[in-house]
């Protein structure tokens, strides 16, 4: 049995630093307030504006938060975590506050730049969060310490509609004024109480190397370029496996919230199942999933990411049964939330597991990755469900099993991980961080 397996929920709580506290408060409480993308079509439509120009600026919205990971990675690896969250914060609270003083006929321009770049700062914090906790948990705690930020997030999510009904009955503008203020909020708790500079211990231990010896004759190695990190993953086969397991796992994900409320509307099933199985499955991630992720340390993670889709698939494919009885909605739906948590924490702590030179911006590109499967879930639906009913539940089933093979082959640990397969590029790396893989 190895350290991680002795690895306990109050162990954990023990050896979470004073700043990683200070994160995941203030990762809760920017996403209790983010209202923009789950409201801005209804909002749109409330001003009067057309249901095409509400679905134009929600495209514009989600193109912005694809790109705002990417250049979020982008940011973290040049400027540091600390500075990319203050920035992109405080750049985005305005942008949201002002969405209503735009959203009537004739500024539709405008409203649509307004938009896209709120999504992209919206985002752009997120993969720098990720570096910071990576930074600042002892390592054998990083798993948990990635559960916790999803814990973070899953709440937030939770709790926001119930906010956002309470403000919609005193004013709907309130939605995007809260939602600016909880960012500056986030912006000012992140300059005010993270570290300034977060330094990895073994990039400490290369700069006192170079230092301890400054007349040896050699060159201090050059930073890793962004076109080299890159090029670097495109060569790594088992990062694109996970990539891949990403989108596909994703896409099936969001089926949840968009194809299966349609689907008990078409079974004639009344609307407060929907709500139910939200509750339900909110319920049990927030309190089941950091004991569930100190069980799956205790076996190897890829066949932790492979049994939780298998048991996702599981939960899809009863989903297909639906029509015989509402039972099968609630069913489906622990199984999913189950196979999220014996997956979900290692899948979402993989990234982190690579040299400094390349984490930020694996990152960011595993977080796009997901937001472009996200904003591509719908479109399956609308294509797949509409023509395939009951039997969609079944293609999502063999999609998301597809998912995990990829995921287990990505991650699978029996060779060295944390190095990109160009040899050339992984020296490269090797130095830069003292070796670290």
Not at 7 to 30: E, F, I, K
Not at 153 to 176: K, M, S
Not at 222 to 245: E, N, S
Not at 262 to 281: E, F, M, N, R, W
């Amino acid at each position: 049995m190895t350290d991680e397996a002795q690895v306990g929920v109050l162990d954990t709580l023990r050896a979470t630093p004073m700043p990683v506290r200070y994160l995941l408060g203030g990762v809760l409480v920017n996403q209790l307030g983010a209202f923009v993308q789950t409201f801005l079509v209804l909002y749109l439509t409330h001003r009067h504006l057309s249901v095409d120009a509400a679905g134009l600026c929600l495209v514009a919205y989600s193109a912005g938060t694809i790109l705002g990971t990417m250049l979020g990675g982008e940011a973290t690896q040049r400027f540091g975590p600390r500075f990319t969250i203050v920035a992109a914060m405080a750049g985005s609270g305005p942008l949201v506050a002002v969405i209503p003083a735009l959203s009537r006929s004739g500024l539709l321009a405008p409203l649509l730049v307004v938009v896209a770049l709120a999504g992209l700062l919206a985002q752009a914090y997120r993969p720098a969060a990720s570096v910071l906790l990576s930074d600042l948990m002892p390592e054998r705690h990083q798993v948990m310490a990635f559960s916790m930020m999803r814990i973070a997030l899953n709440t937030g999510a939770a709790l926001a509609p119930l906010l956002a009904a309470g403000l919609i009955l005193v004013d709907w503008n309130a939605l995007f004024w809260i939602d600016g203020a909880t960012t500056l909020v986030y912006a000012a708790l992140a300059f005010a109480l993270l570290p300034k500079h977060a330094v990895i211990a073994a990039q400490e231990a290369a700069r006192q190397d170079r230092e301890a010896d400054p007349a040896d004759g050699t060159d201090a190695p050059a930073p890793i370029t962004g076109r080299a990190a890159y090029r670097a993953m495109l060569r790594d086969r088992k990062y694109m496996f996970y990539l891949t397991a990403v989108l596909l796992g994703t896409i099936t994900y969001v089926q949840s919230l968009i194809a299966l409320p349609l689907q008990i509307k078409a079974d004639d099933y009344p609307t407060g199942l929907y709500s139910a199985v939200l509750t339900v499955s909110s319920l049990v991630l927030i309190t089941c999933e950091l004991k569930i992720t100190t069980y799956i340390l205790r076996v190897p993670t890829h066949t932790a990411v492979a049994v939780g889709h298998m048991v996702n698939s599981i939960g899809f494919a009863v989903y297909g049964l639906a029509a015989h009885s509402p039972a099968f909605i609630m069913i489906g739906a622990v199984f999913e939330v189950s196979g999220l948590m014996v997956a979900g924490p290692s899948m979402f702590a993989h990234p982190a597991t690579f040299p400094a030179a390349l984490k930020a911006r694996y990152i960011g590109t595993m977080q796009a990755t997901a937001g472009l499967a996200a904003a591509l879930g719908p479109l399956f639906a609308v294509f797949v469900w509409t023509r395939l009913d009951h039997g969609f539940w079944v293609l999502c089933a063999v999609v998301n099993g597809v998912a995990g093979l990829l995921a287990m082959a990505g991650l699978n640990r029996e060779e060295k991980q944390g190095a990109p397969q160009d040899e050339g590029v992984q020296t490269k790396a090797e130095e830069t961080v003292g070796g670290a893989a």
